[in-house]
């Protein structure tokens, strides 16, 4: 059964920093992976798709690498800003030849960007 | 070109009580999913419609259940609510298996 974690829960940093936020799987079978980002009550925004066959992706300030064999993906953000102060979520979707939309969800990661 | 739209923002129910939400996706495109979001169990995936068919369904009871319109429009139907039902349910859309999946904003179901 695919689990994702993802690590630490809680971030808060000052502003301009570079930052990591890691994302781990079990189950290497993956046909893709996404992040997202999450505004208190709203739902969810998509930030990067890389592909099962990709390392990275890149836009902008964000950067999303993956490595499927060791079951890791990270996302790196660049000068933080008090703008992305937000819950990070990165999901897998199951490369199981169901050929659904499915997505499993990480737990995700709080981020506070202080000014 | 306008996002996925949910409708209602905000119910109020109570145990036993019925309920419909509904989703309409992104113009162009056909798959419809639903999750449940719940500060205990985070994000879990209830189901996926596809051309008014549903590929695939999580692990939850039969009270959970979904349809999706000719116009790709979706809806879901939680029947005799529970307390436990209460979360923000959320509808995203995808032009095809593997695309970005492009979330709503939610509805935030409360029942009491």
């Known amino acids: 059964k695919q689990e994702v974690t993802q690590i630490p829960a809680a971030l808060s940093v000052p502003e301009g920093e570079n930052l990591v936020l890691n994302c781990s799987f079990t189950?290497?079978?993956?046909?893709?992976l996404q992040w997202f980002r999450q505004d208190p009550g709203k739902g969810l925004t998509s930030l990067l798709l890389?592909?099962?066959?990709?390392r990275e992706q890149t836009s902008g300030r964000l950067n999303a690498s993956l490595d499927k064999s060791s079951g890791r993906s990270t996302l790196y953000i660049a000068a933080s800003q008090p703008g992305d102060s937000a819950t990070y979520l990165c999901?897998?979707?199951?490369?199981?030849?169901?050929?659904?939309?499915?997505?499993?969800f990480g737990t995700g990661t709080l981020l506070a960007v202080q000014p | 070109k306008a996002g996925v739209t949910q409708t209602p923002r905000y119910l109020i129910k109570t145990r036993g009580q019925q309920v419909t939400l509904s989703c309409s996706p992104i113009?162009?495109?056909?798959?419809v999913s639903w999750y449940q979001q719940t500060p205990g169990q985070g994000l879990q995936f209830l189901f996926e419609?596809?051309?008014?068919?549903?590929?695939n369904k999580g692990n939850f009871p039969g009270r959970f259940s979904g349809r999706q319109f000719s116009n790709s429009r979706s809806e879901m139907n939680v029947s005799t609510l529970e307390l436990g039902d209460s979360a923000l349910y959320l509808c995203?859309?995808?032009f095809g298996y593997g695309s970005p999946l492009h979330f709503g904003n939610g509805t935030r179901l409360t029942v009491t």
């Open positions: 419609y596809f051309s008014e068919t549903q590929r």
């Open positions: 113009s162009g495109h056909r798959s």
């Open positions: 890389i592909q099962s066959s990709q």
């Open positions: 189950d290497s079978a993956i046909y893709n």
């Open positions: 999901a897998v979707m199951p490369g199981d030849g169901g050929a659904t939309n499915k997505l499993i």
């Open positions: 995203a859309s995808s």
